[in-house]
């Protein structure tokens, strides 16, 4: 298990803190945060609400600066997004005058791929997440549920080296929510990518991830981190499964 | 067809015979008012049939007067459009063009395009250009609104969407906002299409030699009621077909969302 671990260092972010700046006073959102998020593991940024995680996810992908420290991936640093960074959005973000084949070959259409290529790329990403057939529907014709698989396709279809996923099912029901999670598994198992997930859901932070990164209330920083090498398939029930939970909750407790 | 398109349809058919069996009561049968001050439907269904092929008292046939009218209200609308929705676009989308355009056009927008009249047969007579510069101020307000309104409606999570594929602002403003204003600018076309087509008839109402409204404006003279309403029914009829013509364009640019969603 452990040798075929890659322990090669994809993302590095040191020092990182951030403020906001409104009119009448600074917030501080972010405190000191150190990280580093080896190629191929999935890791779930998890923390209360509103402390911080989607400022933390933007400046990971680029979308927000910095106040202090600095953000390297692959060993250069972090100034602006960028097509090595994809990014699946808290909320709907699909662009409702495109297909769902348009959207998914969005992002390579942009870096000026060509025709054919694009779109079978697209296709392969398409049947990944199981939309298949539904290629030339609108996203106002399609359920929430697989507005976010599109969006997951679309995330993919551009081939980033790091994907940032910001609560991509908070806004579906608890059933759906269950099989996007036996999904979005199936789909990193199958295409291994380094994955960024915020959630504030313990099951589904369990359910998912190779480490957790326990954040503190705004302004935020790093609790604790637990390597959870559970093997998967996991269950919900499992003994341990039911002891990991207990354990973070608990911690979790303490910092609110 | 379903049932109920059925009774809808039958409920329309009803109406528009309700109408013309209560007109034909009151003029024909009844005789309420003079013929020459309201005819009766028969009356002007001939009258409209006639007025086809007979050029008189007014010196065209309604097909040539209509045609003045469309050829005038369409070359002022289509100046309002190449105009107005480019520069409403430019507006939203950059601020030192909005500081420049704005206080000109906060001045223009409340002005009624049919206050425009006086000014412009003044400046260039009863012809063309005058009538057009009408329509243009009527149609160009509603055009430049909507397309600003539309790209100010561009979320920012498109836009966050477009940067991490690593699109420039050229491509924002095109791939991005212009698509999620579509819709609003369309229906600023119809809004303005609405808009040319009262202030085409009302300038010719005032001041022209040819037009649907300068039709109405003889018959009057001569009291010659038929004409009056064999005028306006050609009004409603152009209007109704240009936006059915809009409506057929809007269907084609606007998809996967409803025009005002
Ligand atoms: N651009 C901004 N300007 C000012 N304050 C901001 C800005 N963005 C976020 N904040 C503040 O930072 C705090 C953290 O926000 P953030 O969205 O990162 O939290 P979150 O953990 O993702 O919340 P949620 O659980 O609701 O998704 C909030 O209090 C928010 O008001
Ligand atoms: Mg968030």
Redesign the interface.
Known sequence: MEQDRNLDIILKCENVSKKFQTKHRTKEVIGNINLEVRKNEFVVLFGPGQCGKTTMLNILSGLEKTTTGKVFLNDREVVEPGPDRGVVFQSISLYPWLTVMGNVEYGPKVRGINKKVRKEKAEYYIELVGLKGFENSYPNQISGGMKQRVGIARAYCNEPDVLFMDEPFSALDAQTRYLMQEEIMRIWEKEKRTVIFVTNNIEEALYLADRIILFTNCPTQIKKEYVIDLPRPRDYTSDDFLKLREEITENMAHTL | MKKSDKKGIFLSVLSVIAFLGIWYLCTKVLKLVPENTLPDPVKVFSTFVDKFTNPNPDGGTLLQHMGASLQVALTGYIMAIVIGIPLGILMAWNKYVDRFVRPIFDLIKPIPGVAWIPLMIVIFGIGLQSKAAVVFFSAVVPCILNSYTGIRQT?E??L????????TRN?MLF??AI??A?PYIMTGTRIALGAAWVAIVAAELLGSTRGLGFMIQQARGIYRTDIIIVGMLAIGICGAFLTAVLGIIERIV????KSND
């Open positions: 979320k999570v498109h966050w969407v477009a940067r991490t594929f690593g699109g491509q791939k991005i698509p999620t579509l606007v998809k996967g969302r």
